[in-house]
C-alpha cells in the first residue's frame, strides 16, 4: 500500500468555505514524494478549490475560509507565521489555460526568478534554457526566444508555463487540469512531460479526463461534492475500486 | 390546415413589419452615431474657418499688443500647456495610486464604499466650484497667491476623477489570470502589480491621462480665480508666476476687451490653437496607445 515515509504533503480534516456554503468536506489525504497524484471527479466536486488550498491560491478570494491543518514537510501551510510568497515558491501552479504573460519567452520563464530577486544575468540564462529544456520545449523555440509568449501555440504555451514554474525550482507542482484546453498531440506532450518531471517533483494533478489519470499518476483520489470519496494506487482504483460509488464514475455510470 | 394557413399568412405579414421595425431603429441609431461626427466636424471646421487667417507666424510667437488688440498668443500656449502639463504630472501618479488601491488592493467593505462615492461625486462637481476651491484652499488658505501652482492643482482635482476612472476601468481589462500567474510565481502584491498588472493596464491609463489633460487645458473656470491673468507680455518663470491661458484669453477677449468686436479673429484664431492643441495631444496618445499595444502583441 501506501509509503509512509515518503509524504510529502499530509492534509488533515480540511473543510473550505466560500462564505457560508462549505466547499470542501473534512479532507483527509497524504501525498507521496517524487510521485504524481492525480485527483479526479465530476465538475464541481471541489478539486479545483481543493489543489488552489495547497498553494493559498484561495487567499485571493476575500470570503473564503479554511480550517483544518495542510502540512508541508513540517509546516501547517495555513499558519501566520508562514510567508505566503516563499510557500508558492516551493509549490508551483500550471493553470488550466496557458496564461503567458504579454511578454517575450525569455522574460516570461525568468519572471520567478526576477521577482525572487536573482539579478545574475548568466545564471537566469543557463536557469531559463535548463527549464525550457526540462519542459521539452527549448529545441522547438530556441531561435525565438525573444519573441513574444503569445505567437506560441496552446501546447507550446503551456510548456512554456510547466517551464515557467520550474525556473523557481519548487518542491512541488500543482497542475489543474493542464491539458483540458489542448488538442490531443499537445496533450501527449505534456503527459509525456509529467512522466519525466516526476523524478526530481511531487506532481498533483487535476483532471477531468480519467484515461489522463490512470496513464500519467501513481496515486488517484476520487472526489465527489467536496468529499473525497477514495484514495487508491491507480491501478487499483481504477480495477478494483472498494467503494460502488467510485466504481459508477470510473465506468462512466454517472458525472 | 386551416389553421396552419392562418399562422403563415401572418406570420408572413408580420415579418415585413419586424423587418421594417428593424430597419427604422438601425437607421436612426446610425443618425444618432453619425450626429457625433456631425458636430465634431462642424464645431472644428466653424473655428477652421474663421480663424485660420488670424494664424501667422507672429500670432503664435509674440505676445499681444495693444491693449490686446492685436500681436500674438505665445504667452497664451505656453501658459496652457505649463497649467495642463502641471495638472497631469501632479493628477496621474495620485489618480493612478488611489486606482491601484481600489481596484487591486481594498477589501470590500464600508471604507472603500464611501471613498468611492467621494470620486463620484468629485466628477460631478462643476468645473467652477473648483475654480472657488482653488481660490479659498491653495491662493488664500495656503497662500499660494494667483499662480501655476494653484491652478496646476485645482485642475489636478478637476481631472482626479477622470483619471481614476480611466485607470481603473484598465486594469479590470487585465485578465485575472496574469494575476494567478505571478502570485503562484511567488511574486509579492506589488511585484505582480508593477510587473505585470500596470504594464498590461498601461495604454488604457495613458488615455485617461490625455482625456484628462485636454479637459485641463480646456477649462476656464477653475483657472480664472487661480492662476490666469488678464494679460501678461511675460513668460512665466517660476510656479508662482501668473500665466495666461488660452481659454481664459478667448473669454477675456469675448467679454472683456477694449474692442470686441475688433478683436473676433484673434478669438477665433485663438480658440484654434487651442482645438488644435488638444486634438494633437490626443493623436498623440492614440499613436502612443496603438504602438503600446503592438509591442505586447
Not at chain 1, 495542510?70 to 499558519?79: A, F, G, K, M, S
Not at chain 1, 490512470?214 to 480495477?239: C, H, N, P, Q
Not at chain 2, 464645431?43 to 499688443?65: D, H, N, R, S, Y
Not at chain 2, 511567488?186 to 511585484?191: C, D, L, S
Request: glycine letters at 6%; one cysteine or more.
Amino acid at each position: 500500500m501506501i509509503m509512509t515515509d515518503n509524504y510529502k504533503m499530509s492534509i488533515r480534516h480540511l473543510n473550505f468555505y466560500y462564505g457560508a456554503a462549505q466547499a470542501l468536506y473534512d479532507i483527509s489525504l497524504d501525498i507521496n514524494k517524487s510521485q504524481v497524484t492525480a485527483l479526479i471527479g465530476p465538475s464541481g466536486c471541489g478539486k479545483s478549490t481543493f489543489i488552489r488550498c495547497l498553494n493559498r491560491m484561495n487567499d485571493l478570494i476575500p470570503i473564503s475560509r479554511v480550517e483544518g491543518e495542510i502540512i508541508l514537510e513540517d509546516i501547517d501551510i495555513n499558519n501566520p507565521s508562514v510567508d505566503v510568497v516563499m510557500l508558492r515558491r516551493r509549490v508551483g501552479m500550471v493553470f488550466q489555460k496557458p496564461n503567458p504573460f504579454p511578454k517575450n519567452i525569455f522574460d516570461n520563464v525568468a519572471y520567478g526568478l526576477r521577482v525572487n530577486g536573482v539579478k545574475d544575468k548568466a545564471f537566469i540564462e543557463s536557469r531559463v534554457e535548463e527549464s525550457l529544456k526540462k519542459a521539452a520545449l527549448w529545441d522547438e523555440i530556441r531561435d525565438r526566444i525573444h519573441e513574444s509568449a503569445l505567437g506560441l501555440s496552446g501546447g507550446q504555451q503551456q510548456r512554456m508555463c510547466i517551464a515557467r514554474a520550474l525556473a523557481v525550482e519548487p518542491e512541488i507542482l500543482l497542475m489543474d487540469e493542464p491539458a483540458s484546453a489542448l488538442d490531443p498531440i499537445a496533450t501527449q506532450k505534456i503527459e509525456d512531460l509529467i512522466g519525466e518531471l516526476k523524478e526530481n517533483y511531487t506532481i498533483i494533478i487535476v483532471t477531468h479526463n480519467m484515461q489522463q489519470a490512470a496513464r500519467v499518476s501513481d496515486m488517484t483520489a476520487f472526489f465527489y461534492m467536496g468529499k473525497l470519496i477514495e484514495l487508491d494506487e491507480t491501478d487499483t482504483l481504477f480495477t478494483r475500486p472498494r467503494l460502488k460509488q467510485t466504481e459508477d464514475y470510473i465506468t462512466g455510470r454517472f458525472g | 390546415m386551416e389553421e396552419k394557413k392562418i399562422f403563415e399568412l401572418s406570420f408572413e405579414k408580420i415579418l415585413v413589419r419586424r423587418k421594417r421595425i428593424q430597419r427604422i431603429l438601425f437607421m436612426f441609431f446610425r443618425i444618432a452615431a453619425f450626429i457625433n461626427c456631425v458636430a465634431l466636424f462642424l464645431v472644428v471646421a466653424f473655428i477652421m474657418l474663421k480663424g485660420w487667417k488670424a494664424i501667422t507666424w507672429e500670432f503664435l510667437t509674440q505676445p499681444p499688443l495693444d491693449s490686446m488688440t492685436k500681436g500674438g498668443i505665445l504667452p497664451c500656449i505656453i501658459g496652457t500647456l505649463c497649467l495642463g502639463i502641471g495638472a497631469i504630472v501632479v493628477a496621474l501618479p495620485i489618480g493612478v495610486a488611489s486606482a491601484v488601491y481600489l481596484n487591486e488592493y481594498a477589501r470590500p467593505g464600508k471604507l472603500l464604499r464611501l471613498i468611492r462615492l467621494g470620486i463620484n461625486n468629485l466628477a460631478g462637481v462643476p468645473s467652477v466650484v473648483f475654480g472657488l476651491f482653488g481660490l479659498a484652499f491653495f491662493v488664500i488658505w495656503l497662500k499660494m497667491g494667483e499662480s501655476i501652482l494653484a491652478g496646476v492643482l485645482t485642475l489636478a482635482a478637476l481631472t482626479l476623477p477622470v483619471i481614476i476612472g480611466s485607470t481603473e476601468e484598465a486594469l479590470k481589462a487585465v485578465p485575472d489570470t496574469y494575476r494567478e500567474a505571478s502570485l503562484a510565481l511567488g511574486a509579492t502584491r506589488w511585484q505582480t502589480i508593477y510587473r505585470v498588472v500596470l504594464p498590461a493596464a498601461l495604454p488604457g491609463i495613458l488615455t485617461g491621462a490625455i482625456l484628462g489633460l485636454s479637459r485641463a487645458a480646456g477649462e476656464t473656470a477653475p483657472i480664472m480665480f487661480t492662476a490666469a491673468v488678464y494679460y501678461t507680455p511675460h513668460l512665466p518663470s517660476s510656479l508662482f508666476d501668473q500665466v495666461m491661458a488660452l481659454p481664459y484669453h478667448v473669454y477675456v477677449l469675448a467679454t472683456a476687451g477694449t474692442n470686441i468686436e475688433a478683436t473676433r479673429p484673434l478669438q477665433y484664431g485663438t480658440s484654434l490653437v487651442l482645438i488644435a492643441l488638444v486634438l494633437s495631444m490626443n493623436l498623440a496618445a492614440i499613436v502612443w496607445r496603438s504602438r503600446l499595444r503592438k509591442k505586447m502583441k
